[in-house]
Each structure stands twice: as C-alpha cells, then as structure tokens.
C-alpha cells in the first residue's frame, strides 16, 4: 500500500523514479545527496518505499528513547551505541557502522556524506571505509529537483578512496539540488571541468 501512495504522489507531483536499481541488493551502504532540505528525506523515503527496499539509518541511542523511538524505528532507524566500552575505548561511528554489516546479512544502510544541510565543500568519508570494511558497493542515492528525479543512479564498488570518491563525485556534480547555494562535491576528489 505505501508503495502504492508513493508512486502517487510522485505522479501528482511530475517526479519519476530512477530505474537503475541494481538487482539483488540486500547488502549495501547508499549514499543520500545532496542533502539541503527537510524535504530530501521525504524524497528519499519514498522513492525508496517504490523500489521496495528496506532502508536503514544510524542515529545516536537516545533518539530511540521513548517517544521519539514511535517514530524513528518504523523509519528504519538503527542505534548507536558509541559509549565507552569496558576498555575504556571509545567505537568511532564508522567502526560502529562496520559493526553493524559484520552482525546483519541483509543490510541496507543510508548515509549522508555531506553531513549537514549548510554547505559544505569537504564530505565526510568515513561511508567509504564502512564500504571497505563491510566489502559492500556504494550506491548514489539522490533527489534531483531540476530533473523531478530520485532514486539510484549508479554504483561503486570500494577500491582506493581516490578512485572511488572520483567517481561519487562525478555522478553528483551532475544532481540538481534544492538549494544550490547550499551543496557542494568534494573538490579534493573532484576537478571541475
């Protein structure tokens, strides 16, 4: 049924779904940009309900906490628990994510590189070494409000961070956002043509 309403809605509001979905994906990491707006997630969630896939986000534990726990498990959202072990070392996120692909066979992890909705001319790569670690593709996710497109428009899998970044940033120098003022590739990977 929500596959349903949200090819609906999609259709009343003139976006199409990218049809390049890769067959037999039950264990990846997809990339979620650009990201300057609220409304990317809607996006996001609903061309990923029309594909039928199973998607799932890290938050921090607390955010599972009754009553935010209503909302945010029905989305997908997975904790993480990055609290000082008995060692006294701390996990970083993407050790915690690595984690997570290690405990899970099927995993369908969404991530946003950029890391926030302000501008940012760096991206946070810790997705590609989660990549790396858990010896899964890179998936580009993404919403394009020139094109009223969204969905999955390729796939990397993980080599060098060089060789691989070159070609997220490639695929995204292309997507329209919302709001460009607010999105940038990674120029450290990326050579403007």
Not at 71 to 79: H, Q, S, W, Y
């Amino acid at each position: 049924m929500l596959k349903l309403i949200c090819r609906f809605i999609f259709r009343l509001q003139g976006w199409t779904l990218d049809d390049q979905l890769p067959p037999e994906i039950k264990r990846c990491l997809i990339l979620a940009a650009p990201h300057t707006s609220n409304w990317d997630f809607w996006y996001t969630m609903a061309a990923f309900a029309q594909y039928g896939i199973k998607i799932r986000f890290t938050v921090k534990k607390e955010w599972m906490r009754f009553p935010f726990s209503l909302i945010m498990k029905p989305l997908g959202a997975i904790p993480i628990d990055r609290s000082p072990k008995s060692n006294g070392q701390r996990p970083s996120a993407t050790e915690a994510m690595a984690q997570l692909f290690a405990e899970q066979e099927e995993l369908v992890l969404v991530i946003t590189p950029e890391g926030s909705r302000s501008l940012r001319k760096e991206w946070k790569t810790g997705f590609y070494y989660v990549a790396e670690a858990a010896q899964v593709p890179i998936l580009f996710g993404y919403v394009d409000y020139a094109k009223k497109k969204a969905g999955i428009g390729g796939m990397v899998q993980p080599t060098t961070i060089e060789k691989t970044l070159e070609q997220v940033m490639a695929f995204y120098s292309k997507i329209s956002p919302k709001f460009p003022a607010k999105f940038s590739v990674d120029n450290r990977y990326h050579s403007t043509p």
